[in-house]
């Protein structure tokens, strides 16, 4: 009787368990390349149909530190620095921390912090747009 007991509660246990397709990511999944994609703003660029003004990636790494590259008319900037990623109410929520100004700080307050987010495209999208700043989409690179 308790062998079946334990069939019938193993067998329970692999029905109930299911394979959604949405599943939710943990913060492993965003480590690694995103690619600028599309931007939005004064001039909307696709880079599948024009061209950008600039090409950009983040590589978040798993030590807690990125890198943001920003090649624009042949001249390659860099920055540096810490991140955190926060869940509220469902959705993935990065703060950047620079080492040091930079240029290609996309920074609503002029300081050393970029806010970013995950959609629900699982794209990374700047904050910079919410204050008049180029609204920008990233791609993780597989």
């Avoid at 970013?116 to 794209?123: M, P, S």
Wanted: charged residues 20%; neutral net charge.
């Amino acid at each position: 009787m308790k062998k079946i007991g334990i069939i019938f509660i193993v067998m329970l246990n692999l029905v109930s368990c299911s394979n959604d397709d949405k599943k939710s990511p943990d913060a492993s999944d965003y480590h690694g390349k995103w690619t600028l994609i599309k931007m939005t703003g004064i001039k909307n660029a696709n880079v599948i149909f024009d061209s950008l003004e600039w090409q950009e990636t983040y590589v978040f790494n798993t030590d807690g530190t990125f890198v943001k590259t920003r090649i624009k008319d042949n001249k390659t900037t860099i920055a540096t620095g810490n991140f955190t990623m926060t869940n509220a109410d469902n959705v993935k929520h990065f703060e950047l921390n620079y080492k040091e100004s930079n240029a290609i700080i996309g920074s609503c307050f002029g300081n050393l912090t970029e806010s970013l987010y995950i959609n629900t495209d699982n794209l990374l999208v700047g904050l910079w747009q919410v204050c008049d700043g180029p609204g920008l989409i990233y791609k993780k690179l597989k």
